[in-house]
């Protein structure tokens, strides 16, 4: 494959959900050409100015323009605002000479895919969501390069490929790493660990659940790596319950674990099926499902179960989790089934891809 320096626009801006695939398949992209010239699109809204450049990509920030997922007094406005952000879009395209767009969906992704196709340049579409969000929904009737994480993502020229994720997450030998991790977070070689998160910002139903479990947990000689979220606070007073505000390399906290309690976004889901460590997922109640959906696969192998969020208490962890806990080989049986779900070469897979159309859509020299 020819590999010379291909000019690349990504475009997945404003949460981390879209924002950290998009880095992740920059980096595959990378990895694969490192002569890449790679820039990323971004608005000053969300999380964009602090982790794109955190990565070490250019970013050039254009208008926000939310699509409204109903008819509403926004939705008037939509067109003006649309047509500045494309206008913007338009003119980091030309000015990096862009030979090829990948959009990840957000508040970006349909301007620059707009722009792009006024331009004449190949669009590629990556969706991480079971349920695609309006941007993508759009943006896939203007390509046939269209990839998503699961068979189950119905969206127009879908092919699965998975989430792109970090090396450091695809790389992961969760048995070897094991005993490092239990001393990187003060906890006992032996005996299960349970994983409990709610993600970056915290999920106060799972703290609650797991912290009024505990007296159970350790009577049953299960240890707990609790990460609250730096808004949150949990009391605990016994070296077998680790109470963490937030960890920066989760890859230690899925080493250090046989089992986690945790929300399903997209991008837990894929993780965790990377590394083989099945959970209880706990979807958000207030996101139309979408997380449910994305929990779906792994639960349907038996690589995780599925616990609404106000079915989770200390007396469900009991009588549900506890079992499992305490079980060695029913946990190896379920990490195997989640492995079996998980697409850890989705960040090369997809880059492979859009080298190849880039060349195919290369001008002659």
């Not at 707990?224 to 230690?252: K, N």
């Amino acid at each position: 494959m020819d590999t010379r320096a291909p000019r690349v626009v990504v475009a997945g801006g404003h949460s981390a959900g879209h924002i950290e695939p998009a880095m992740n398949f920059a980096d595959a992209l990378r990895r694969l050409a490192p002569a890449a010239e790679i820039t990323a699109l971004g608005t000053v809204r969300g999380l964009d100015t602090t982790l794109i450049p955190a990565r070490g990509y250019p970013l050039e920030l254009i208008p926000p323009v939310p699509l409204p997922r109903k008819a509403t007094w926004a939705l008037l406005r939509t067109p003006a605002r649309l047509r500045d952000s494309i206008r913007t879009a338009g003119a980091v395209l030309d000015q990096v000479q862009a030979g090829v767009v990948v959009g990840f969906g957000g508040y970006v992704a349909a301007p620059a895919c707009l722009a792009a196709r006024q331009r004449r340049l190949p669009i590629v579409i990556h969706e991480a969501n079971i349920r695609p969000g309006a941007a993508n929904r759009m943006a896939a009737w203007m390509t046939p390069h269209v990839y998503t994480a699961s068979p189950d993502v119905r969206l127009k020229n879908g092919t699965a490929v998975g989430i792109p994720l970090r090396p450091a997450i695809t790389g992961l030998d969760r048995l070897a790493t094991r005993e490092a991790a239990r001393r990187r977070f003060g906890l006992d070689p032996d005996g299960p660990v349970l994983l409990v998160t709610g993600g970056s910002q915290g999920a106060t139903t799972i703290n609650a659940a797991a912290a009024g479990a505990a007296a159970a947990l350790r009577a049953a000689g299960v240890r707990v790596l609790h990460i609250t979220g730096p808004q949150h606070t949990v009391e605990a007073d016994d070296p077998s319950y680790v109470v963490l505000p937030f960890v920066d390399e989760m890859q230690y906290a899925y080493a250090a674990a046989d089992f986690a309690i945790c929300r399903s976004g997209a991008m837990t889901c894929a993780e965790l099926a990377a590394v083989g460590l099945p959970a209880a997922f706990v979807p958000l109640p207030d996101r139309g499902g979408e997380q449910r959906l994305n929990a779906g696969p792994v639960v349907s192998a038996g690589g995780a179960l599925l616990v609404d969020d106000a079915d989770l208490t200390p007396a469900w962890i009991e009588s549900a989790l506890l079992p499992i806990l305490t079980d060695p080989a029913r946990l190896a049986a379920m990490s195997a089934r989640a492995s079996a779900t998980g697409a850890p070469d989705a960040g090369i897979v997809l880059a492979r891809h859009v080298l190849a159309i880039a060349q195919r859509h290369r001008p002659a020299r």
